[in-house]
């Protein structure tokens, strides 16, 4: 069955700390992977996509992720956090490029400490 | 382009009533979606449409469930006879394609349902 495991439920870290969040996925066929940031009374924001070719994907507010066929996975990262990065993440996999009945983890939540 | 827009914000109602949910989505967005979302949980799919015809629907979507888009712009979500397992964000989203090609699907800031 198709699935995406976010393992952590809760991430602190400090501000100005690099930033990792790990997802991992279960797709039959070739993933379409998303990631998304939802923050307080916000809709989820895409905050980067990958479809197929270089497997470091760059997004917005600094972010990159990297997909990794061979472990499953497709982690999040970013090399300095700031405290307005709070939010809830979520990791996203889709038949298609326009995420159609996207599959989501159950998400992490970063807190950011000064 | 004022983005997905969603209302009510919230709706309180009690077991067994009927409520109704609309999505307005991004002006031009052929495609639109609904996704619900429980506490702790990340969303998950419920239907979506093309234009105005709805091309699937999740196994999530019960009888009591109804969702349509009469004439490929806004979309109602529609629950009969209200249960609290219903309570939570219900997300609208949409997105264009064009042929092959695909935007990103954009999301509304949901309508927060909670049923006693």
């Known amino acids: 069955a198709q699935s995406v495991t976010q393992p952590d439920i809760h991430i602190t870290v400090s501000e100005g700390a690099s930033l990792e969040l790990r997802c991992n996925y279960s797709y039959g066929a070739t993933p379409y992977l998303f990631w998304y940031v939802q923050s307080p009374g916000q809709g989820l924001q895409l905050l980067l996509k990958?479809?197929?070719?270089?497997?470091l994907v760059q997004g917005i507010k600094g972010f990159e992720a990297e997909f990794k066929r061979s472990q499953s996975s497709f982690n999040l990262r970013k090399p300095s956090v700031h405290w307005s990065d709070a939010a809830e993440y979520f990791c996203a996999v889709g038949r298609n490029q326009a995420g159609t009945a996207l599959i989501f983890g159950k998400g992490t939540t970063l807190s950011v400490s000064s | 382009d004022t983005g997905v827009s969603q209302n009510p914000r919230h709706k309180i109602t009690k077991r067994g009533q009927n409520v109704t949910f609309r999505c307005d989505p991004i002006s031009e967005h052929n495609r639109l979606y609904w996704y619900r979302q429980t506490l702790g949980q990340g969303p998950e799919f419920l239907t979506y449409f093309q234009n105005e015809a709805q091309l699937e629907k999740s196994r999530l979507l019960s009888d009591r469930f109804s969702a349509e888009r009469p004439k490929g712009s806004f979309s109602t979500l529609e629950i009969q006879r209200t249960e609290q397992g219903d309570s939570a964000m219900y997300l609208c989203?949409?997105?264009?394609?064009?042929?092959?090609?695909?935007?990103?699907?954009?999301f509304g800031q949901g309508t927060r349902l909670t049923v006693v």
């Open positions: 989203a949409s997105s264009k394609t064009q042929g092959i090609l695909n935007t990103e699907a954009f």
């Open positions: 990958y479809f197929s070719g270089d497997t």
